[in-house]
């Protein structure tokens, strides 16, 4: 459990990464450095979680920032590399 005043926050609003004004989807709007994890399954052997991020650029909830994306393991790597797991070996450890 992490303490309120730990959780991750945006640089640009001050609000944590999990409160809804920092959820694209929800707010139906980009932000700045807002970021999403995010998995990809691919080919069913591996399982890929990353954090992708909004530019000031991004003019939809769905836009990226340099390359960024959740439907293809390409734009997930131009993400930050969270962990990598052997699909459905749900109780094992992320690789590093």
Not at 43 to 67: K, M, P, R, V
Request: contains cysteine; glycine residues 10%.
């Amino acid at each position: 459990m992490v303490p309120p005043e730990k959780t991750p926050r945006n640089p640009f609003n001050g609000a944590s990464y999990w409160l809804a004004v920092n959820d694209p989807d929800r707010a139906s709007v980009p932000h700045e450095a807002g970021a999403i994890a995010c998995a990809y399954s691919q080919e069913g052997s591996w399982n890929y979680f990353a954090l992708i991020f909004q530019g000031t650029d991004s003019t939809s909830a769905d836009e990226f920032h340099a390359g960024q994306d959740y439907q293809n393991i390409e734009g997930l790597r131009n993400g930050i590399f969270v962990a990598r797991v052997a699909a459905g070996n749900s109780g094992t450890q992320p690789t590093p």
